[in-house]
């Protein structure tokens, strides 16, 4: 039975790519559901066999726990070479939000 493994809403691209060539790489059999023009489904990758759900699980909290490591570093980078916006610059940028 299908399973819902990773939900795709408010997920960066390159993260989704990241976990799409994942499940690939050790190969877990899933398939992709989009919430449709108006919005009604869901955006997620599902299991195709409920049976790989631990090991797809594990491997996704694997690589997220790496990636937090990786954008903090990037966002480190960042602020010291002084090109993280201030609240201004960004209220500046999109001031109707």
Known sequence: M???LFKLAQVPDDEAQDIRALLDEHQISYY???????????DAIWLADGAQEERARELIREYQAERVIRQQQNYAQLVEAGQVPNVWQLFCAQPIR
């Open 32 to 42: 992709e559901t989009d919430a449709g023009f108006f919005r009604v489904g869901l």
């Open 2 to 4: 299908a399973r819902l």
